[in-house]
Protein backbone atom coordinates (compact mmCIF):
# COMPACT_ATOMS: atom_id res chain seq x y z
CA UNK A 1 0.00 0.00 0.00
CA UNK A 2 2.61 2.58 1.18
CA UNK A 3 4.49 1.73 -1.84
CA UNK A 4 1.88 1.86 -3.79
CA UNK A 5 1.54 5.96 -2.41
CA UNK A 6 5.21 7.01 -2.90
CA UNK A 7 4.93 5.43 -6.73
CA UNK A 8 2.25 7.55 -7.56
CA UNK A 9 3.63 10.51 -5.54
CA UNK A 10 6.71 10.13 -7.66
CA UNK A 11 4.65 9.88 -10.68
CA UNK A 12 2.83 12.96 -10.34
CA UNK A 13 5.98 14.88 -8.93
CA UNK A 14 7.34 13.89 -12.19
CA UNK A 15 4.37 15.17 -14.30
CA UNK A 16 4.91 18.29 -12.65
CA UNK A 17 8.61 18.74 -13.77
CA UNK A 18 8.03 18.20 -17.34
CA UNK A 19 5.20 20.48 -17.40
CA UNK A 20 7.30 22.91 -15.88
CA UNK A 21 10.20 22.50 -17.80
CA UNK A 22 7.84 22.29 -21.02
CA UNK A 23 6.40 25.55 -20.27
CA UNK A 24 9.45 26.89 -19.37
CA UNK A 25 11.11 25.86 -22.75
CA UNK A 26 8.31 27.53 -24.96
CA UNK A 27 8.99 30.96 -22.69
CA UNK A 28 12.83 30.59 -23.61
CA UNK A 29 11.90 29.05 -26.99
CA UNK A 30 13.24 32.20 -29.80
CA UNK A 31 10.71 33.96 -31.94
CA UNK A 32 11.68 35.62 -35.07
CA UNK A 33 11.94 39.37 -35.63
CA UNK A 34 12.26 41.22 -38.08
CA UNK A 35 13.80 45.03 -38.19
CA UNK A 36 12.89 47.44 -41.18
CA UNK A 37 14.52 50.68 -41.40
CA UNK A 38 14.19 53.65 -43.39
CA UNK A 39 17.84 55.06 -43.35
CA UNK A 40 21.13 53.39 -42.66
CA UNK A 41 21.41 51.53 -39.43
CA UNK A 42 23.99 54.06 -38.51
CA UNK A 43 21.71 57.30 -38.47
CA UNK A 44 21.15 56.75 -35.20
CA UNK A 45 17.20 56.93 -34.43
CA UNK A 46 17.15 53.61 -36.60
CA UNK A 47 20.30 52.89 -34.97
CA UNK A 48 18.81 52.29 -31.20
CA UNK A 49 15.89 50.11 -32.68
CA UNK A 50 18.68 47.63 -34.28
CA UNK A 51 21.02 48.17 -30.64
CA UNK A 52 18.17 46.96 -28.74
CA UNK A 53 17.39 44.10 -31.11
CA UNK A 54 20.90 42.97 -31.32
CA UNK A 55 20.98 43.03 -27.54
CA UNK A 56 17.89 40.62 -27.75
CA UNK A 57 19.40 38.62 -30.24
CA UNK A 58 22.85 38.34 -28.30
CA UNK A 59 20.92 37.12 -25.05
CA UNK A 60 19.29 34.42 -26.91
CA UNK A 61 15.50 36.08 -26.92
CA UNK A 62 15.46 36.45 -30.80
CA UNK A 63 16.11 35.29 -34.48
CA UNK A 64 17.01 39.01 -35.35
CA UNK A 65 16.79 39.70 -39.14
CA UNK A 66 16.53 43.77 -40.55
CA UNK A 67 16.98 45.41 -43.99
CA UNK A 68 18.01 48.71 -44.11
CA UNK A 69 17.59 51.71 -46.39
CA UNK A 70 14.22 50.81 -47.61
CA UNK A 71 12.23 53.40 -49.43
CA UNK A 72 9.12 54.27 -48.40
CA UNK A 73 7.91 53.15 -51.87
CA UNK A 74 9.37 50.42 -51.44
CA UNK A 75 8.20 49.62 -47.68
CA UNK A 76 5.40 47.63 -47.91
CA UNK A 77 6.60 45.10 -49.94
CA UNK A 78 9.29 44.81 -47.40
CA UNK A 79 6.43 44.50 -44.81
CA UNK A 80 4.75 41.51 -46.82
CA UNK A 81 7.79 39.70 -47.69
CA UNK A 82 8.53 39.71 -43.98
CA UNK A 83 5.31 38.53 -42.78
CA UNK A 84 5.31 36.01 -45.33
CA UNK A 85 8.38 34.66 -43.72
CA UNK A 86 6.88 33.13 -40.62
CA UNK A 87 8.46 35.89 -38.82
CA UNK A 88 6.66 36.62 -35.42
CA UNK A 89 7.24 40.05 -34.90
CA UNK A 90 8.22 43.05 -37.02
CA UNK A 91 9.63 46.79 -35.69
CA UNK A 92 9.97 49.34 -38.01
CA UNK A 93 8.88 52.47 -38.90
CA UNK A 94 5.06 53.67 -40.36
CA UNK A 95 5.92 57.85 -41.09
CA UNK A 96 4.36 58.83 -43.93
CA UNK A 97 3.17 55.81 -44.79
CA UNK A 98 0.49 54.87 -41.52
CA UNK A 99 -2.07 53.70 -43.41
CA UNK A 100 -0.44 51.41 -46.03
CA UNK A 101 1.55 49.68 -43.15
CA UNK A 102 -1.97 49.06 -41.06
CA UNK A 103 -3.91 47.46 -44.15
CA UNK A 104 -0.14 44.80 -43.89
CA UNK A 105 -1.02 44.30 -40.08
CA UNK A 106 -4.49 43.70 -41.02
CA UNK A 107 -4.02 40.94 -43.70
CA UNK A 108 -1.29 39.23 -40.71
CA UNK A 109 -3.16 38.79 -37.68
CA UNK A 110 -0.49 36.42 -36.25
CA UNK A 111 2.35 38.94 -36.88
CA UNK A 112 2.44 42.01 -34.24
CA UNK A 113 3.52 45.07 -35.70
CA UNK A 114 5.77 47.60 -33.21
CA UNK A 115 6.30 50.82 -35.68
CA UNK A 116 7.32 53.81 -34.97
CA UNK A 117 4.34 56.12 -35.47
CA UNK A 118 2.84 59.16 -34.62
CA UNK A 119 -0.65 57.85 -35.03
CA UNK A 120 -3.02 55.82 -32.73
CA UNK A 121 -2.56 52.24 -32.27
CA UNK A 122 -4.83 49.67 -34.57
CA UNK A 123 -6.88 46.72 -35.01
CA UNK A 124 -5.00 43.86 -32.17
CA UNK A 125 -1.39 44.16 -33.61
CA UNK A 126 -0.30 46.83 -34.32
CA UNK A 127 1.78 48.61 -31.30
CA UNK A 128 2.75 52.37 -32.03
CA UNK A 129 6.53 54.12 -30.39
CA UNK A 130 7.90 57.48 -31.12
CA UNK A 131 11.03 58.85 -28.99
CA UNK A 132 9.92 60.70 -26.01
CA UNK A 133 13.06 62.03 -24.61
CA UNK A 134 11.57 65.16 -23.86
CA UNK A 135 12.26 64.98 -19.63
CA UNK A 136 16.23 64.70 -20.51
CA UNK A 137 16.06 67.54 -23.23
CA UNK A 138 14.19 69.49 -20.22
CA UNK A 139 17.19 68.66 -17.58
CA UNK A 140 19.76 69.24 -20.63
CA UNK A 141 17.97 72.86 -21.02
CA UNK A 142 18.44 73.74 -17.22
CA UNK A 143 22.30 73.07 -18.04
CA UNK A 144 22.37 75.49 -21.27
CA UNK A 145 20.46 78.23 -20.03
CA UNK A 146 23.04 77.85 -16.91
CA UNK A 147 26.10 78.02 -19.25
CA UNK A 148 25.91 79.95 -21.70
CA UNK A 149 27.39 84.01 -21.75
CA UNK A 150 25.43 85.55 -24.51
CA UNK A 151 22.15 84.09 -23.38
CA UNK A 152 21.72 83.20 -27.32
CA UNK A 153 21.50 79.13 -27.80
CA UNK A 154 20.91 77.77 -30.97
CA UNK A 155 19.10 74.75 -32.00
CA UNK A 156 19.59 72.38 -35.51
CA UNK A 157 16.98 69.95 -36.41
CA UNK A 158 15.82 67.68 -39.57
CA UNK A 159 12.25 68.63 -39.55
CA UNK A 160 9.58 70.31 -37.38
CA UNK A 161 7.97 67.58 -37.20
CA UNK A 162 6.33 66.34 -33.63
CA UNK A 163 9.32 63.98 -32.14
CA UNK A 164 11.53 66.66 -32.72
CA UNK A 165 9.46 69.69 -31.42
CA UNK A 166 8.36 68.42 -28.56
CA UNK A 167 12.67 68.02 -27.45
CA UNK A 168 12.94 71.55 -29.07
CA UNK A 169 10.32 73.01 -26.60
CA UNK A 170 11.73 71.03 -23.62
CA UNK A 171 14.99 71.85 -24.15
CA UNK A 172 13.85 75.80 -24.28
CA UNK A 173 11.67 75.43 -21.24
CA UNK A 174 14.37 73.95 -19.23
CA UNK A 175 16.82 76.90 -20.53
CA UNK A 176 14.30 79.39 -19.39
CA UNK A 177 13.56 77.64 -15.66
CA UNK A 178 16.83 78.95 -15.06
CA UNK A 179 17.89 81.60 -17.27
CA UNK A 180 14.56 83.69 -17.91
CA UNK A 181 17.05 85.97 -20.53
CA UNK A 182 17.50 83.22 -23.11
CA UNK A 183 16.81 83.38 -26.76
CA UNK A 184 17.04 80.74 -29.32
CA UNK A 185 17.83 80.38 -33.00
CA UNK A 186 16.59 77.50 -34.60
CA UNK A 187 16.88 75.82 -37.61
CA UNK A 188 15.51 73.13 -39.60
CA UNK A 189 17.79 71.54 -42.56
CA UNK A 190 15.15 69.22 -44.07
CA UNK A 191 16.86 65.80 -43.79
CA UNK A 192 17.62 63.17 -41.21
CA UNK A 193 20.99 62.58 -42.60
CA UNK A 194 22.85 65.55 -44.29
CA UNK A 195 25.94 66.42 -41.78
CA UNK A 196 27.76 69.07 -44.11
CA UNK A 197 23.91 70.85 -44.05
CA UNK A 198 23.45 70.75 -40.63
CA UNK A 199 26.79 71.73 -39.63
CA UNK A 200 26.54 75.18 -42.29
CA UNK A 201 23.35 75.42 -40.25
CA UNK A 202 25.36 75.99 -37.09
CA UNK A 203 27.79 78.05 -38.84
CA UNK A 204 25.15 80.76 -39.25
CA UNK A 205 23.79 80.59 -36.04
CA UNK A 206 27.04 81.04 -34.29
CA UNK A 207 27.46 83.93 -36.75
CA UNK A 208 24.66 85.43 -35.12
CA UNK A 209 25.55 84.95 -31.73
CA UNK A 210 24.97 81.77 -30.13
CA UNK A 211 27.45 80.19 -27.89
CA UNK A 212 25.77 76.81 -27.24
CA UNK A 213 24.55 74.52 -29.95
CA UNK A 214 21.57 71.87 -29.25
CA UNK A 215 22.63 69.10 -31.91
CA UNK A 216 19.60 67.53 -32.59
CA UNK A 217 21.28 66.63 -36.33
CA UNK A 218 25.05 65.03 -37.36
CA UNK A 219 27.30 67.71 -38.34
CA UNK A 220 26.46 70.63 -35.35
CA UNK A 221 29.15 69.12 -32.93
CA UNK A 222 31.95 69.98 -35.91
CA UNK A 223 30.79 73.20 -36.22
CA UNK A 224 31.01 73.87 -32.37
CA UNK A 225 34.27 71.99 -32.12
CA UNK A 226 35.71 74.55 -35.39
CA UNK A 227 34.11 77.70 -33.40
CA UNK A 228 35.12 76.55 -30.15
CA UNK A 229 32.06 76.71 -28.21
CA UNK A 230 29.86 74.23 -26.67
CA UNK A 231 27.25 71.58 -27.53
CA UNK A 232 24.40 69.05 -26.22
CA UNK A 233 23.57 65.59 -27.81
CA UNK A 234 20.68 64.35 -28.86
CA UNK A 235 19.29 60.41 -29.34
CA UNK A 236 22.97 58.58 -28.65
CA UNK A 237 25.74 59.93 -26.79
CA UNK A 238 27.26 62.32 -28.92
CA UNK A 239 30.39 62.58 -26.42
CA UNK A 240 31.38 59.52 -27.46
CA UNK A 241 30.11 58.67 -30.37
CA UNK A 242 30.32 61.32 -32.59
CA UNK A 243 33.03 63.00 -31.49
CA UNK A 244 32.07 65.33 -28.99
CA UNK A 245 35.19 65.04 -26.14
CA UNK A 246 35.26 68.70 -24.67
CA UNK A 247 32.53 70.12 -27.09
CA UNK A 248 29.51 67.93 -26.14
CA UNK A 249 28.87 68.60 -22.12
CA UNK A 250 25.74 65.65 -22.04
CA UNK A 251 22.84 64.48 -24.33
CA UNK A 252 19.40 63.33 -23.97
CA UNK A 253 19.58 59.22 -24.48
CA UNK A 254 16.68 57.42 -26.22
CA UNK A 255 16.73 53.67 -25.34
CA UNK A 256 14.47 51.30 -26.82
CA UNK A 257 15.76 48.30 -24.78
CA UNK A 258 12.28 48.43 -22.53
CA UNK A 259 9.81 48.96 -25.14
CA UNK A 260 11.68 45.97 -27.24
CA UNK A 261 12.45 43.67 -24.56
CA UNK A 262 8.27 44.09 -23.63
CA UNK A 263 7.11 42.99 -26.98
CA UNK A 264 9.49 40.27 -27.09
CA UNK A 265 8.11 39.02 -24.19
CA UNK A 266 4.13 39.93 -24.74
CA UNK A 267 4.90 37.59 -28.17
CA UNK A 268 6.40 35.08 -26.52
CA UNK A 269 3.56 34.84 -23.83
CA UNK A 270 0.44 35.19 -26.77
CA UNK A 271 -0.28 38.52 -24.92
CA UNK A 272 0.79 41.56 -27.81
CA UNK A 273 -1.46 43.82 -28.03
CA UNK A 274 -2.29 47.33 -30.40
CA UNK A 275 -1.01 49.70 -27.91
CA UNK A 276 1.10 52.80 -27.46
CA UNK A 277 4.27 52.38 -26.17
CA UNK A 278 5.22 55.91 -25.43
CA UNK A 279 5.59 55.25 -21.70
CA UNK A 280 8.46 52.98 -22.41
CA UNK A 281 10.44 55.64 -24.47
CA UNK A 282 10.14 57.88 -21.21
CA UNK A 283 12.50 58.21 -18.11
CA UNK A 284 10.13 56.37 -15.80
CA UNK A 285 10.26 52.96 -17.63
CA UNK A 286 14.18 53.52 -18.31
CA UNK A 287 13.84 54.26 -21.99
CA UNK A 288 15.01 57.82 -22.29
CA UNK A 289 17.90 59.27 -19.53
CA UNK A 290 20.57 62.20 -19.87
CA UNK A 291 23.95 61.02 -20.89
CA UNK A 292 27.24 61.58 -18.14
CA UNK A 293 28.84 65.05 -18.24
CA UNK A 294 32.39 63.29 -18.78
CA UNK A 295 35.05 66.08 -18.63
CA UNK A 296 32.00 68.69 -17.99
CA UNK A 297 31.47 67.50 -14.48
CA UNK A 298 33.90 70.16 -13.10
CA UNK A 299 32.59 72.99 -15.58
CA UNK A 300 28.55 72.74 -14.56
CA UNK A 301 27.64 75.01 -12.07
CA UNK A 302 26.99 73.27 -8.98
CA UNK A 303 24.32 74.26 -8.19
CA UNK A 304 22.60 73.38 -11.32
CA UNK A 305 24.09 70.08 -11.31
CA UNK A 306 22.12 70.02 -7.88
CA UNK A 307 18.97 71.15 -9.16
CA UNK A 308 18.68 68.49 -12.21
CA UNK A 309 18.99 65.92 -9.69
CA UNK A 310 16.75 67.05 -7.43
CA UNK A 311 14.05 67.21 -10.57
CA UNK A 312 15.07 63.92 -12.37
CA UNK A 313 13.73 62.61 -9.11
CA UNK A 314 10.53 64.44 -9.29
CA UNK A 315 10.24 63.11 -12.40
CA UNK A 316 10.71 59.78 -11.65
CA UNK A 317 8.85 59.95 -9.18
CA UNK A 318 5.95 61.08 -11.16
CA UNK A 319 5.81 64.21 -9.42
CA UNK A 320 7.07 66.57 -11.71
CA UNK A 321 5.85 66.62 -15.75
CA UNK A 322 8.11 67.66 -18.61
CA UNK A 323 4.89 69.89 -20.98
CA UNK A 324 4.48 68.00 -24.05
CA UNK A 325 4.61 70.66 -27.15
CA UNK A 326 4.51 68.88 -30.56
CA UNK A 327 3.84 72.22 -32.35
CA UNK A 328 6.58 73.97 -34.50
CA UNK A 329 9.32 76.00 -32.51
CA UNK A 330 10.25 79.88 -33.91
CA UNK A 331 13.61 81.45 -33.16
CA UNK A 332 13.34 84.18 -30.62
CA UNK A 333 15.99 86.20 -31.89
Request: hydrophobic letters at 45%; proline letters at 4%; glycine letters at 8%.
Amino acid sequence: MYRKFFTAVRVAVAAVFVAGAMSGSALAEKIKVAGIYTQPIQQKWDARLHQALVKAQEAGEIEYVFSEKVANTDYVRVLREYADSGVALVVGEAFGISREARAVADDYPEVSFLMGDPFKPHGKNFAVFDNYIHEPCYLMGMIAGSMTKTNKIGMVGGYPIGEVNRLFHAFMAGARSVNPEAQFKVTFIGSWYDPPKAKEAAFAEIEAGVDVLYAERAGVVDAAREKGIIAFGNVNDMNKEENGKDVVVTSALWHMESAINNAIAEVKAGKFTAADYKEWTMMAKGGATLAPYYEFEDKIPADIKSKVEALKAEILAGTFTVEINDEEPKSTF
